[in-house]
């Protein structure tokens, strides 16, 4: 059976179609929004690669037009799986930019709904936090950092913990104020994506995303805007991550 799916995104930014392109057709900019780390070989018949959590899609570009269109994707599995991407950017006047994206592809087998719906979440996710990143983050480089949880038993559960760990209520909306602590550290911050699914808090210098991952583990996929020891942030989420797990399956 299977599933063929196309979904339309479009943002109004205060920000250049050169921010934009920047943005999503470079190795540095890609890092700033997305997961992992990302290479761009750049123009048409070249790739944009991404490597996180043992995973490394390799993705053919299919169209590029610097400042104006980037597509990139579309190569079907055996099983005729793929997703492709494509960005359409349009200066306006005033140094704004219309950013519009399309993702677009197909899911086999009877049981896609639950990864479509994971795909949906983590993608509206994902397009959130390039707006902001180029709202409040443009022209700046983040250091990227993905790391996993253990495996979720209740998603119920864990949410609440992870709620009440950031400092939120139960019903969180776009704008609520987080606080929460990491490794001594009293962080505060700003909700500026949430779903079932997926959070996104925005501190003056990083973006903290949380994400249930489709395999079953909350995930943590944070930008930071400054400078951060890699591991030793990496061993202080992870342990963090394992504690809000386990609070979640305990509750």
Request: proline share 4%.
């Amino acid at each position: 059976m299977g599933h063929r799916f196309e979904k339309h995104d479009e943002v109004t930014l205060d920000a250049t179609p050169e921010q934009v392109w920047d943005a999503i057709a470079t190795g540095p900019g890609i890092d700033s929004w997305f997961m992992g780390r990302n290479d761009v070989e750049p123009g048409e018949g070249g790739t944009v690669r991404t490597l996180f959590g043992g995973y490394a899609p390799e993705s053919p570009i299919t169209s590029w037009e610097p400042g104006k269109r980037l597509a990139y994707g579309g190569e079907q599995a055996e099983d005729g799986r793929f997703v492709a991407y494509e960005f359409l950017i349009e200066g306006r006047g005033g140094g704004s930019t219309v950013l519009r994206m399309v993702t677009s592809g197909f899911i086999p087998g009877d049981d896609w709904a639950d990864e479509f719906e994971a795909m949906s979440k983590g993608g509206a996710l994902f397009f959130s936090t390039l707006a902001t990143y180029l709202t409040h983050f443009a022209g700046r480089v983040a250091t990227p950092l993905t790391v996993f949880g253990p495996p979720v038993g209740d998603w119920e559960r864990t949410w609440s913990a992870v709620r009440a760990a950031l400092g939120l209520g139960e019903h969180v909306s776009e704008g609520d104020a987080a606080r929460f602590t990491v490794d001594g550290e009293v962080v505060e911050g700003v909700v500026y994506s949430v779903n079932s699914q997926t959070l996104g808090i925005r501190t003056p210098d990083a973006l903290y995303r949380f994400l249930q991952g489709f395999h079953g583990s909350l995930v943590a996929g944070h930008h930071y805007f400054s400078t951060v020891d890699t591991t030793r942030t990496e061993n202080v989420w992870q342990a963090w991550l394992a504690g809000l797990s386990q609070e979640g399956n305990d509750r």
